[in-house]
C-alpha cells in the first residue's frame, strides 16, 4: 500500500507532463501552418505589386498601347511622375523625343540596334519613343517597350504628337478569383484552405475578402 500510494503520483505527473508536452506541439504545428500560409498570401500580393507596376500605357490621339517597362531606377523616379502628358517632336523619321524639366537616374549603354516600340532615356532627361528599326551608335538608358507596334508609326504621324504616359494596372488583389463559396462564417485563404481566427493576412469570409 505504502508502494502505491508512492507511484500514484508519479503516474500524475507523467500523464500531466505528456499532456503539456502534446498541446505544447499541437500549438507550435497550428502556428507553423498559420506563419507558413500568411507567408504564402504575403507572397501573393508581391507578385500582384510586381505585375501592377509593371505596365504603363501610352495613349495617342485615339490609339493606345500598353508598354512593359524595365526594373531600374529611371523607371522607378519616371513613375513617381505620372501621369503626365507630353507633347514630342519628330526627330530623323524614326523617333519622337520630348525634354522633361527634371532629370531621371541614368543607366546608360549602346544598344547596337534601336528596335520600334523601344522607350529610352537619351542624356538625364529626354524621354524618346522609336517606331522604326535602325542600328544606332548612341547610348541611353532602357524605361520599357511597347507591346504592340503594328499600329505605332500610324498613331505617332509625321509630326509633333501629344502622347499621355500613365501606369496600367494588370492582375491587383481586387480582381483576384476565389472560388470559395461557403458561408458558415468560416474563414479561408485565398487558396481555398480554411484559416484559424488568429490568421493575419487577406481571408475570405462569407465569399468576401478581408484584410486583418
Given at each position: 500500500?505504502?508502494?502505491?500510494?508512492?507511484?500514484?503520483?508519479?503516474?500524475?505527473?507523467?500523464?500531466?507532463?505528456?499532456?503539456?508536452?502534446?498541446?505544447?506541439?499541437?500549438?507550435?504545428?497550428?502556428?507553423?501552418?498559420?506563419?507558413?500560409?500568411?507567408?504564402?498570401?504575403?507572397?501573393?500580393?508581391?507578385?500582384?505589386?510586381?505585375?501592377?507596376?509593371?505596365?504603363?500605357?501610352?495613349?495617342?490621339?485615339?490609339?493606345?498601347?500598353?508598354?512593359?517597362?524595365?526594373?531600374?531606377?529611371?523607371?522607378?523616379?519616371?513613375?513617381?511622375?505620372?501621369?503626365?502628358?507630353?507633347?514630342?517632336?519628330?526627330?530623323?523619321?524614326?523617333?519622337?523625343?520630348?525634354?522633361?524639366?527634371?532629370s531621371l537616374p541614368t543607366a546608360a549603354s549602346r544598344p547596337g540596334t534601336i528596335h520600334a516600340g523601344d522607350i529610352m532615356l537619351y542624356g538625364s532627361s529626354c524621354?524618346?519613343?522609336?517606331?522604326?528599326?535602325?542600328?544606332?551608335?548612341?547610348?541611353?538608358?532602357?524605361?520599357?517597350?511597347?507591346?504592340?507596334?503594328?499600329?505605332?508609326?500610324?498613331?505617332?504621324?509625321?509630326?509633333?504628337?501629344?502622347?499621355?504616359?500613365?501606369?496600367?494596372?494588370?492582375?491587383?488583389?481586387?480582381?483576384?478569383?476565389?472560388?470559395?463559396?461557403?458561408?458558415?462564417g468560416a474563414r479561408y485563404t485565398l487558396n481555398g484552405q480554411k484559416a484559424s481566427d488568429n490568421y493575419k493576412?487577406?481571408?475570405?469570409?462569407?465569399?468576401?475578402?478581408?484584410?486583418?
Open positions: 500500500m505504502r508502494m502505491n500510494s508512492i507511484n500514484t503520483p508519479v503516474r500524475l505527473i507523467r500523464v500531466l507532463s505528456f499532456a503539456m508536452l502534446f498541446m505544447t506541439l499541437t500549438t507550435m504545428t497550428a502556428c507553423t501552418r498559420d506563419d507558413n500560409e500568411a507567408d504564402s498570401e504575403s507572397q501573393i500580393l508581391q507578385n500582384d505589386n510586381s505585375n501592377m507596376n509593371s505596365t504603363l500605357k501610352l495613349t495617342i490621339g485615339q490609339t493606345s498601347f500598353t508598354a512593359t517597362l524595365e526594373d531600374n531606377a529611371t523607371v522607378k523616379e519616371l513613375q513617381s511622375l505620372l501621369p503626365m502628358t507630353l507633347q514630342m517632336d519628330e526627330l530623323n523619321g524614326n523617333e519622337k523625343y520630348c525634354y522633361l524639366s527634371s524621354i524618346v519613343i522609336f517606331y522604326k528599326t535602325f542600328s544606332s551608335g548612341y547610348s541611353y538608358t532602357r524605361i520599357g517597350h511597347i507591346d504592340n507596334v503594328e499600329q505605332l508609326a500610324q498613331a505617332v504621324g509625321s509630326g509633333s504628337v501629344s502622347v499621355r504616359f500613365e501606369m496600367q494596372p494588370t492582375t491587383g488583389i481586387g480582381s483576384a478569383k476565389v472560388s470559395v463559396h461557403s458561408t458558415d493576412c487577406i481571408y475570405i469570409r462569407d465569399g468576401k475578402k478581408y484584410r486583418k
